[in-house]
């Protein structure tokens, strides 16, 4: 059997465990997490409690080792009830990644570990406020001295940070070298030198907080480094190769719950005396939504088995973040309109997904760079 | 000591029901099933405070259903159960609550039970025969609605409470037994994600019915269900209320207590 | 065709339970529909005298009686095997009817087992069937579906209390016949009981009673809930509520009346600042007959509810109250 589209008892399990978690935990606290923007963290600890947490760490290190199409089916579960404590409680597997693909089994030992014993929130640290795409552009430095690097530099819109007890940090040895200069560095945060900004006051996923970290003259000892010197971008492009695809399934699950959400209300609603599930208008809309959430899934779940088949999949998971990035604003933007007024009120949950759905077409690569992506990877196959 | 807690996969309770083209029973297809019936939840939570607190040595769980029902023993075993036995059934075949007992008692014969613990009663057909049918055919006493429990093991005694109705009786009572669980003394935990990862390693073993036939068939009721289903209705939708009309509280309340006393004949 | 039956009461309380006194009403019934046949109650107990003597205007038959000081508590297996040297002296067909209360509910699934019978619980409605036996109705899925499912002879039914009409009788003289219950097994002997901690309050039990006022979140306030209670004294019926009450704290969970509370299916249900959440009414839609008073005249309760009045909760409750206990001659519980 070539293709298969059932999930194993297995997986349906994890599934039915998220979905619990985020019906009884989550959603709850959703809508007042996103009107106050407080950081639920005993939230985020309940998650790491149920093992929702590090999906990506090795069963060595005690994490559970779960594959992608794995952690996309959690995750969209998770993110159907709110898309900002999803993209805090993810966000460990985006800075540990780094570790897992470059990490000596010493490093993987000193740092993982304790995320599995004990529940810790980590920060990827790659934007600047010179530009998030353009990553080889940036102008954190880091100078060796001795068995220490000294860091000294910027990063905005860092996940967690502010809560964080370890960084994966990408710096360069010279910006003039570009990508050939970037390299890799955990640091713990109590390290002296590191400075987290203030809490962003966000448009959406305001269940998560979002920071600068200020670096000076940070001393971190070599053996913190990732890979080799100059290794870093690769390892960068790598976390974000494989963290991708996780995105297109939050961005699923946004795009799911409005569709749950309007579909339910247009047979509560009437108008001119019907349900305004009757009118056609809204009928199509309905169906456009259905078609657009059913494909960005089915691409979410192409690229994350090919992962899981060990095979690379640059075009095919821009492909997913970004369809389903794009799907989730437009059936969101519908959502709205079915529930005409009351959807343009914040009492009602849909005004909500579609800020949080903005911001999938900007994170982890914007969706113009996954155009670029895309293009390219095309016109490299037809050449 | 060992204990056996009986447990069903049920629809999930937000399934909207649909009949079946045989007009016998609600339309499975398409209808997603819940990992397992509440009631049981609270029970295999139950007995896993039995082995933790009062020193059970094994907790095996028992479910009599088509293939499908190993995701509600996964579950169990997720939550800590230590193995677990599927009586695996045709997708249709047709079984009443007494004959799932009489199937769940062939197989008891042969798995190490001191404790037999089921859910006061499934969400679905909410029957709840299956707990003291099985004391019967077992030969052992049942307690039912129990809301407490207590097991003083080295006098092999229960402790317990149960409901009855406008209160609940307190007694102590032998074991072996069976206890049908109305509630728990805790919530049902929700399995970890590394448990179930791990319950996929724990043992599942599968009967087919047919083993079981020769044993069933001894038991009064043999291997057919012994009533048989002949319809499965929806109820039509209520039209909506008569409103009555009033100008004060009063006149409110005179007109209702009459149409309730001459038109609902409810008073 | 005949049919006879028996009708095992449950005293455990001491008096006879109303749900037995259905069963009995019901089993009356069944025997004319088909066309003939002899009813008797069966007495299993302890001190079961007062019983006897409460059952004999009750228009049956015969009277067996195991009374015994062994079945003082209430053990499902002695109980079994007293009912079936009960079966035994009723000639084919037979169909043993009890009520659906906790002792009913344990007991017909071991008394079915022990004889081989079809055995139905939680019935709802009890038809002969032109074919012989007997159609019987259940509610299944939280009420939401029911299912027919025909039994031969024997049957042993439980019968959901408030679903089938008490009827008196014109009396009778039943024979009162004592019945040998023989040797128990040991673990059966002898259930004692070592208290019994009432939660019954001056109201009926929410799941027995024929009437139930219930309130919602419409009474604004935890002080105003005795409003509800007034009208449900007045009434003797049981008091329930909405979550939304109960996740306020304004009573315990056991007033919760939905899909994870009570599930009920009084004679009469009076909902009261409710606005009818699916959840909420999953919970009632068996009642036979629903009022709603909701100030929200497009309040989704209103669509399931066979009456409605649109207005304040507040001041009609205190109406109905008054008007009540007026027509009653109680006092006003103001
Ligand atoms: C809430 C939030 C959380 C975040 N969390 C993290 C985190 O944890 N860690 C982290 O490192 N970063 C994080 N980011 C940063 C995020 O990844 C960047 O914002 C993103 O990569 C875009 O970078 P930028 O904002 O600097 O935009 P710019 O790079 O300045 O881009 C501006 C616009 O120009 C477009 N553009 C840029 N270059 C090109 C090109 N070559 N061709 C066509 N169009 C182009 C972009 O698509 C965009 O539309 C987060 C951002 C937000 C908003
Ligand atoms: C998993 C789950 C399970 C649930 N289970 C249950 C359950 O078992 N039982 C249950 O009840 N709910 C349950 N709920 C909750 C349910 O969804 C509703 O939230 C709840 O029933 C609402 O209670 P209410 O009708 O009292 O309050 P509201 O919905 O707030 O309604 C109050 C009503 O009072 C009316 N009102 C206001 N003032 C007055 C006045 N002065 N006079 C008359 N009327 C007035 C209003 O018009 C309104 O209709 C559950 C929810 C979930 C998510």
């Known amino acids: 059997m070539p293709i298969d589209f059932e999930l194993s008892a297995e997986q349906k399990e994890l599934q039915e465990l998220a979905r619990r978690f985020a019906r009884d935990v989550m959603a709850p606290r959703a809508a007042a997490a996103d009107h106050s923007g407080e950081f639920p963290e005993d939230v985020y600890r309940e998650a790491w409690k149920l093992g929702l947490m590090n999906l990506n760490v090795a069963t060595e290190y005690g994490g559970s080792g779960l594959g992608e199409l794995d952690q996309c089916l959690i995750t969209e579960e998770l993110a159907a009830a709110c898309g900002g404590m999803t993209t805090s409680i993810s966000a460990n597997c985006l800075a540990l990644q780094p570790i897992n693909i470059a990490g000596t089994s010493e490093q993987k030992e000193r740092f993982l570990k304790p995320f599995c014993s004990d529940y810790h929130l980590a920060s990827f640290a790659l934007t600047e406020p010179g530009g998030g795409s353009d990553v080889a552009g940036m102008k954190t430095t880091i100078r060796r001295e001795g068995d220490e690097y000294v860091v000294n530099g910027e990063k905005v819109f860092i996940t967690n940070a502010p809560h964080a007890s370890l960084y994966t940090l990408f710096a360069t040895l010279d910006p003039a070298l570009r990508h050939k200069g970037i390299t890799a560095l955990v640091v713990p945060r109590n390290t002296p030198g590191i400075t987290p900004g203030k809490d962003e006051d966000k448009m959406g996923h305001r269940a998560s907080s979002t920071s600068s970290l200020t670096f000076e003259n940070v001393r971190v000892p070599v053996a913190n480094r990732l890979g080799a010197e100059g290794e870093g971008f690769k390892i960068a492009m790598n976390t974000l190769d494989s963290t991708r695809t996780p995105i297109g399934a939050l961005a699923t699950g946004i795009a799911r719950a409005a569709l749950d959400h309007a579909a339910k209300y247009s047979l509560q609603r009437t108008s001119f005396g019907k349900p305004i599930a009757e009118h056609q208008a809204i009928a199509i809309k309905l169906a456009d939504m259905v078609q657009k959430v059913d494909a960005a899934r089915l691409l979410v779940w192409r690229s994350a088995w090919l992962a899981d088949q060990g095979k690379p999949v640059p075009l095919e998971s821009s492909i997913a973040k970004c369809f389903a990035s794009d799907i989730a604003m437009e059936v969101c933007n519908e959502a709205i309109q079915v529930f005409g007024g009351y959807g343009y009120m914040r009492e009602y949950p849909v005004e909500k997904l579609l800020r949080d759905a903005k911001l999938t077409q900007i994170y982890e690569g914007s969706n113009e760079i996954q155009r670029l992506v895309i293009a390219k990877e095309l016109l490299k196959r037809v050449a | ?267 | 065709m005949t049919l006879n039956c028996l009708v095992i009461t449950d005293q455990r309380s001491g008096v006879l339970s109303a749900s037995s006194l259905e069963a009995i009403s019901e089993a009356r019934r069944l025997v004319v529909k088909a066309g003939g046949g002899a009813v008797a109650i069966g007495l299993i107990g302890s001190g079961l005298s007062p019983v006897v003597e409460a059952v004999k205007g009750q228009g049956v038959q015969r009277i067996f009686l195991v009374d015994h000081a062994d079945l003082k508590g209430f053990s499902a297996s002695a109980y079994a095997q007293a009912a079936v040297r009960m079966v035994e002296k009723l000639p084919a067909p037979v169909a043993v009817l009890m009520p659906d209360t906790a002792l009913g509910r344990e007991l017909a699934p071991r008394l079915g087992a022990r004889l081989g019978a079809a055995t139905v619980t939680a019935v709802v409605e009890i038809v002969p069937s032109s074919l012989g036996g007997l159609d019987v109705k259940r509610k299944v899925f939280g009420g939401k579906a029911t299912e027919t499912v025909h039994t031969p002879s024997p049957v042993v039914m439980s019968l959901r209390p408030n679903s089938f009409a008490i009827e008196s009788s014109s009396g009778g003289s039943p024979s009162v016949e004592s019945v040998e219950l023989g040797e128990l097994p040991v673990h059966a002997k002898g259930l004692s009981v070592e208290k019994v901690i009432s939660t019954r309050g001056d109201t009926p039990e929410l799941t027995e009673a024929a009437i139930v006022v219930s309130g919602g979140r419409g009474l604004k306030a935890p002080e105003n809930f005795v409003l509800v209670e007034n009208l449900a004294k007045v009434l003797g019926a049981a008091v329930g509520s909405s979550r939304a009450v109960v996740d306020a704290g304004w009573r315990p969970a056991s007033y919760q009346v939905g899909q994870t509370g009570k599930i009920i299916a009084p004679q009469l249900y009076i909902a009261c600042g409710i606005s009818g959440a699916i959840q909420h009414l999953v919970g009632i839609t068996n009642s036979r007959c629903i009022v709603a008073i909701n100030k929200d005249p497009a309040a989704p309760i209103f669509k399931i509810a066979d009456y409605g009045l649109a207005g304040d909760a507040l001041t009609i409750l205190p109406a109905l109250t008054r008007l009540v206990s007026q027509s009653k001659g109680l006092p006003d519980p103001r």
């Open chain 2, 1 to 267: 000591m060992d204990i056996l807690v009986c447990v069903k996969q049920v629809p999930d309770p937000e399934t909207k029901l649909r009949v079946s083209p045989s007009g016998k029973t609600f339309d499975s297809d398409g209808v997603k099933f819940t990992i397992n019936n509440t009631y049981d939840e609270a029970t295999v939570e139950e007995a896993l405070r039995m082995k933790e607190e009062f020193g059970f040595s094994a907790l095996r769980v028992i479910s009599v259903g088509p293939a499908r029902a190993e995701e509600a023993l996964r579950s169990a075993l997720a939550m800590g159960a230590d193995e677990a036995v599927l009586i695996e059934t045709p997708r249709d075949m047709p079984l009443d609550p007494l004959l799932v007992a009489r199937y769940l008692a062939a197989a008891a014969t042969d798995i190490p039970h001191d404790l037999i613990m089921v859910g006061r009663q499934a969400q679905d057909d909410e029957a709840g025969a299956v707990g003291s049918a099985l004391g019967e055919y077992l030969g052992l006493p049942s307690y039912s609605f129990v809301t407490e429990l207590t097991p003083v093991p080295a006098n092999h005694l229960l402790k317990m409470k149960r409901y009855v109705e406008g209160g609940e009786e307190v007694f102590s009572a032998p074991f072996p037994a069976v206890l049908s669980i109305l509630k728990g003394s805790k919530d049902p935990r929700t399995p970890t994600l590394p448990n179930i990862l791990k319950a996929r390693k724990k043992p599942l073993k599968k009967i087919p019915v047919m083993d079981l036939e020769a044993k069933v068939a001894n038991l009064p009721g043999g291997t057919r269900p012994t009533s048989e289903t002949l319809a499965f209705t929806l109820p039509p939708p209520r039209a909506g209320a008569k409103m009555i009309e009033f100008q004060t509280p009063e006149e409110a309340a005179d007109r209702l207590l009459k149409v309730l006393k001459e038109e609902a004949k409810v008073l």
